[in-house]
């Protein structure tokens, strides 16, 4: 295929679009890949919509190659599967929805485990029908708050989901790791750098997950890893190493001080450090992370009533809300306002102390860091007083452990080696093993080898495709333009003519031919331009080859460019097709 | 590519689903081709997706042949450009509407006419520039008061629409030109039985347009032609040939007679032909084509007043609403009701003459075939009274012609040669000169040869490709099941293992291999079922060539069925791949 530059719909643009902030956003408007239609709706131009086929390309190859069928349900649902597993609600702001002529409650798809769990139920009944892995490339659509940098993150986006059903667990989990080594492929195909994270499932439901993360400083996840041991993970899903306990006895007892005006961990650092007697006790400098924070909120799971939460942290931290929302999910939390705290006096803000919180049955969750022996600086439950030497497991308890601690650089790999240290990254996979949650909800059995219904399990993979656009420009750019991959290029060779001699018009015409014939995808660029135009383009378009029919075209030689190293170099005309070929 | 049945996501049906009234819509979803989801909505399972992939590649193949360049534009749309031609409006209860999380108003694209005028204005600026075709292959939406047929007539359904974009009407006729040459490659290729008919452009404005109907008995669309001469027409577009007018010198004056108990014409024949001076004067017994019907009706254009409209038709006619409808266009229409009567008391019913709308400045129009000379039995305004020999031309005028009486099988064809007949298809493609409806709407200009704006003249053209699938599907099949042709279907050959034996098993799974390695898509029936069972199944899935593995391996022959013609033969099993391949 030879695509002419003089025909193509495509005009690039030398300024940066008003609205664009990231690198791969302005690229791709300013080489005409994309145009904006609405907030995070777009519109792909040809070049862009090759790139994207090409990427649909290999997701579909690979996964074919794990025995995943192609099917392609509907983008716009009636309301009730989405009733039956309650998302209709659960997706809040997020779900575009809509009614019919005849008042009808419909929905745009968001991803379709309750259509793909049916269209099972509707044709196999049997576990020698399992396992079986489906999947769709498909318009997907999400309300987003803040859809953002293009394709990105976009309100209309394609994506590949795939939905794998078992009847037993362990056939989950094959069906789970053929899905995790197909990605890798997927991702490794398209030159991407990324990481493979231990996820929370959020409102997906469900246990094991992961995410793949694509490294990018502009990267809405925060992950840590551990750069010894190749250990990765949500921040979300870190869990903390808890010490080993230390000896009680010998202890100190513990004591209140009056501490006038410390209602905050550094006015009460101050305060320790300023008493010798505090310091001695210790036999060094107080730290933050020698007192412990009680932060006070409430909880309540889907239709019950809300819940008071103490949780007790090291005050060197603070509390990352994500990391708290996912500890406590499907509960949701708030934080405690001037009227909570007003109805129950027994809290005393800036004081609150282990104490009160037993006295008066709130529940009450420790980091895993207070573990049995360790000494804390701590609320006495009264205005400007605190306890010190309040010892874990001597002088207090609690109802358990949460992961509502910030992680930090530095903090210590949960995999016992090495320690973490925080980066960014976009997702671009995404997979669950989700259970029974949505079979359950369908009642989606299957007749086992006893011809007694076993309820099938499942799991849902997601790769959002036309966002891999955006991820594969943000990793592989400079500052002149894209530069793709050879999986994703909108064509294998770029041939500009930079010479207005006919006879090299001419054989530039020929090398386009031979290219073509040779099975390559051809750019020619035709146009009556000055080759320094020609030359911007080129680089901003991205093909990974430029061929350039210059002034050498007199001397019987073409250049050959390597978009990626900025590499080029002279060859004789006539083996410029054997060379790319 | 070997598709095991073993393994395929596919469960054929015995029996008709008890929604389906029409052969290709119980026949895709009994071979397991679709499923539905909700009233027009519907699931594209492997065999039915691979359809409906084939048929994309020959619409992408043509459309690119001719120069057309493929985008995407989102589904979800903003209402703004909609706004601005007003089919935010006009669409009325077709039109899917719904609203964003910041209560912004947004439709899902029904077609883009809009959304590609703003692209091209987006980019050029140039006659230089043009002329330019842009496609895409995309979900459309419109929420169909009567959804029907499965994928005949749906609600998310996938479209091949394009768009030209010329400087002149003469390039704008020529993009045509091209688009109706592609259709009819496209079609052909498809092996579809089809018409093209002249047809109103409707709700989408602008002139020339013709429509590729499918023949079907099933289809919707009424049309006529003249086997004579080729001729073909949508009933809306038929135009009737006017007779010569006739000499008005010597014909008998205009008569009033007491004709009680005649409202209707069949009582005003019945009457004529009772009395003999009636008779006498015409010298022939007086049929329904002697009187003249005169119907009332009110008329409206966008935003403007009702007003009174009178159609006088040979009494031997009805009216066609639907070419009433199109001859008013952009006004719409509605019947008189008591009300309007009551308040206009020189309209007498039954009894309308052309007097009383004269007298009453009535706007007055007349079927073409009612021309000067030509004598009429008539009302004569007041109750049981009628004209006798009222000579149009003599008697009374009009204020023009319109076609709105039936058109029928016998008329004379309007190209002057033989006579219509009537027949009904199905919609497969719409080719429309817009004109500049749409670039008026959007002041889209380019600058011209002389630097001065002129405004782009834009073609609209669209193939139903989902609809496609069922209408090859309409046309292909016999009553044992589908019988695709090349182009569309699922596989090239199915081998069908009709023999335990371990053998016969290992052969048939040679000969799908090198079928494979010929690069011929194949279905491999290994199931465990019995050879009625696989017969039955190949017949009702339908590729083209069956090739059967049974009694016959032991003889060192295999079965070749063609599923069109219904033909068996026995070859050779090692001649097998080089017969087909």
Do not use: C
């Not at 003089?6 to 994309?34: M, Q």
């Not at 006895?249 to 009460?268: K, N, R, S």
């Not at 320790?272 to 006790?281: D, P, T």
Request: hydrophobic residues 40%; without cysteine.
């Amino acid at each position: 295929m030879i695509t002419r530059l003089s025909h193509l719909f495509l005009r690039t643009l030398r300024e940066d679009p008003a609205d664009a902030e990231v690198p791969s956003h302005k690229l791709l408007v300013r080489a005409g890949y994309i145009r904006r239609v609405a907030p995070g709706i777009y519109s792909w131009l040809p070049l862009g919509l090759r790139v994207l086929r090409e990427v649909e390309r290999v997701v579909r190859e690979e996964m074919d190659a794990i025995g995943a069928q192609e099917i392609s349900l509907p983008a716009l649902i009636p309301r009730e599967p989405y009733e039956a597993t309650g998302r209709w609600t659960e997706y809040g702001d997020g779900l575009f929805r809509l009614k019919d002529r005849k008042n009808a409650d419909y929905l745009l798809g968001p991803t379709h485990e309750e259509l793909f769990a049916l269209t099972v139920k509707g044709e196999y009944s049997s576990y020698k029908d399992l396992p079986v892995i489906l999947y769709q490339v498909q318009n997907k659509y999400r309300d987003e708050e803040r859809p953002r940098a293009g394709i990105l993150r976009g309100r209309e986006f394609i994506m590949k989901d795939s939905y794998s059903f078992d009847v037993t667990d362990e056939g989950l989990a094959e069906s789970y790791q053929r899905h995790r080594a197909a990605y890798q492929r997927i991702f490794d195909r398209l030159g991407l750098r990324y990481v493979i994270v231990t996820a929370t499932s959020g409102a997906m439901g469900g246990s094991a997950s992961e995410e793949f993360l694509a490294e990018s400083t502009i990267g809405e996840d925060t992950y840590v890893r551990s750069p010894e041991t190749g250990y990765a993970a949500n921040v979300e899903a870190v869990t903390t190493p808890a010490p080993e306990p230390l000896p009680i006895d010998g202890l100190p007892e513990a004591t209140v001080f009056d501490t006038p005006g410390t209602p905050t961990i550094a006015t009460l650092v101050d305060w320790a450090n300023s008493r010798e007697e505090v310091v001695e006790r210790l036999g060094r400098p107080v730290t933050a992370a020698d007192t412990l924070k009680n932060v006070l909120v409430k909880t309540r799971l889907p239709g019950k009533e809300w819940e008071l939460l103490a949780v007790g942290i090291p005050g060197d931290r603070d509390v990352d809300e994500k990391r708290l929302e996912a500890s406590l999910a499907p509960a949701e939390f708030a934080m405690l306002d001037d009227t909570d705290f007003a109805a129950r006096p027994f809290l005393v803000k800036g004081y609150i102390g282990p104490r009160a919180l037993r006295d008066n049955k709130v529940r009450y969750l420790l980091d895993p860091r207070v573990v049995p022996g360790t000494r804390w600086i701590t609320g006495a439950d009264a205005p400007g007083k605190h306890v010190v030497d309040l010892v874990a497991g001597r002088d207090f308890e609690a109802d358990g452990t949460i992961e509502a601690a910030e992680v930090r650089d530095g903090d210590p790999s949960p995999d016992g080696e090495g320690t973490l240290v925080a980066a960014r990254g976009i997702e671009i996979g995404h997979i669950f093993q989700l259970g029974r949650k949505y079979t359950n909800a369908f009642d989606l059995d299957v007749l086992d080898v006893n011809g007694k219904p076993a309820r099938v399990t499942m799991g849902s993979y997601g790769i959002g495709v036309s966002r891999l656009v955006a991820v594969i420009a943000e990793q592989m750019h400079d500052d002149k333009g894209l530069r793709w991959p050879a999986e994703a290029t909108p064509a294998d060779v770029h041939v500009v003519i930079a010479n207005k001699d006919e006879q090299a018009r001419t054989g530039a015409e020929s090398i386009a031919a031979q290219l073509d014939d040779a099975g390559l995808r051809v750019i020619l660029d035709d146009r009556k331009a000055s080759p320094g135009v020609k030359f911007k383009d080129a680089e901003l378009i991205g093909v990974p080859t430029i061929v350039v029919v210059g002034r050498g075209w007199a001397n019987g030689v073409v250049e050959i460019r390597d978009r990626v190293t900025g590499e080029a170099r002279e060859v004789p005309a006539g083996t410029v097709v054997e060379e790319l070929a």
